[in-house]
């Protein structure tokens, strides 16, 4: 399957932004998707995903609370619902997805989306 996000902007500090990955060349059923995100000169950070057969989301403590992930089935579509923005999150954020019924720590995404640039003032 291959990956589109788009949404990205530039927001104030405090705004909010969705971002949008939608699925082309196949469905995300079985899948799951999430994102990721980096910084120049970081690694890449998790920042949350949705096991799509069931809903379950899973995030990092750096989001936890602000951000939310929900899917769209009829669009194949998964949303990152990014609210309380802060500087720190500005980033090129990562659509990503792999084959799976349930997501662990450390799992190994095998589907990359080309990134979205967020920016976020202060």
């Known amino acids: 399957v291959q990956l589109q996000a788009s949404g990205g902007g530039l927001v104030q500090a405090g705004d909010s932004l969705r971002l949008s990955c939608a699925a082309s060349?196949?469905?995300?059923?079985?899948?799951?998707v999430g994102w990721f995100r980096q910084t120049p000169g970081k690694e890449r950070e998790f920042v949350g995903i949705?096991?799509?057969?069931?809903?379950?989301?899973n995030y990092a403590d750096s989001v936890k609370g602000r951000f939310a992930i929900s899917r769209d089935n009829a669009k194949n579509t998964v949303y990152l619902q990014m609210n309380k923005l802060r500087p720190e999150d500005a980033a090129v954020y990562y659509c990503?997805?792999?084959?799976?019924?349930?997501?662990?720590?450390?799992?190994?995404?095998?589907?990359w989306g080309q990134g979205t640039q967020v920016t976020v003032s202060s």
């Open positions: 949705i096991v799509w057969s069931d809903g379950s989301t």
């Open positions: 060349g196949g469905t995300f059923r079985n899948y799951v």
């Open positions: 990503v997805a792999r084959r799976g019924f349930a997501y662990y720590t450390g799992m190994v995404f095998d589907s």
